[in-house]
């Protein structure tokens, strides 16, 4: 049994046993929060159903949404972060809808930012990099996915450096800083191989062979955003570690 669902039967035992009622209040609390938590670990659990698949399952943004709404009840800005995050990030890998997912992003970077959690933090701004990147705004995309990388790299989060590495890659070859390009392949294959993170060996892989393939002057600069938003929906597997 969930710990928080545990707390909440023991303080209703001491409303009914005690009479101790204050309780109760803390007690709805707990079960809001671990309402919110269900929701958000089943809805993560669809998503990777959909990158497995790729089939929409109705269930995943209402979940996220369910999980909101409790985070806003029980006034958990930091909850709030993260379902923000998911519901951004369905609307941009599920959905392909640009708009509501920069939304949503961006109200998780703010929350994030507030709220201290650097790892939320560092997702959003990861994904809004990749939504520059999709537009074609390769500065903007540089500097939001340097900032969720030294953010990884504080967490020691390597996977999710790696991750960023190849993104900041693809940014790097759209500029024609090849020589970048190729160091931060390079770096990104040392950490995926480090971390054991198969799927993004298999990106620095794809990666080196654009390079091959491209001369300076040649890239196109929203290449990467939406190649792997495109990557997302038809490739398999991708566990992200959260929380």
Same mark, same amino acid.
Request: charged content about 30%; some cysteine; proline content about 1%.
């Given at each position: ?144 996915? $340097?900032?969720?990388? =030294? #953010? &990884?790299? +504080?967490?020691?989060? !390597? @996977?999710?450096? %790696?991750?960023?590495?190849?993104? *900041? ?36 892989? $794809?990666?080196?062979? =654009? #390079? &091959?393939? +491209?001369?300076?002057? !040649? @890239?196109?600069? %929203?290449?990467?955003?939406?190649? *792997? ?15």
């Amino acid at each position: 049994m969930d710990d928080r669902v545990r707390l909440a039967g023991e303080l209703y035992e001491r409303a009914v046993f005690n009479g101790e009622y204050d309780g109760l209040t803390r007690a709805g609390r707990e079960l809001d929060v671990a309402e919110a938590e269900l929701a958000l670990a089943r809805g993560k659990l669809l998503h990777g159903r959909f990158l497995e698949r790729r089939e929409e399952d109705p269930r995943e943004l209402a979940l996220f949404e369910r999980a909101l709404g409790a985070y806003r009840w029980v006034d958990d800005e930091r909850g709030q972060a993260e379902a923000l995050f998911w519901i951004g990030c369905f609307h941009q890998v599920v959905r392909d809808d640009r708009e509501r997912a920069v939304s949503a992003l961006a109200r998780s970077r703010a929350l994030a930012a507030k709220s201290g959690d650097d790892l939320t933090l560092s997702y959003a701004l990861r994904h809004l990099g990749i939504a520059a990147h999709s537009a074609g705004e390769l500065d903007e995309a540089r500097a939001l996915l $340097e900032q969720s990388t =030294a #953010l &990884r790299r +504080t967490l020691g989060f !390597t @996977a999710g450096v %790696a991750a960023n590495l190849v993104g *900041l890659f693809y940014v790097a070859k759209a500029q024609d800083r090849l020589d970048d390009a190729r160091a931060l392949a390079d770096e990104a294959a040392e950490l995926a191989t480090a971390a054991g993170a198969a799927t993004i060996l298999g990106q620095v892989s $794809e990666a080196r062979w =654009a #390079l &091959r393939l +491209t001369s300076p002057g !040649t @890239a196109t600069p %929203a290449g990467w955003g939406a190649r *792997l938003l495109a990557w997302c929906r038809r490739r398999a597997r991708f566990t992200a570690r959260r929380r």
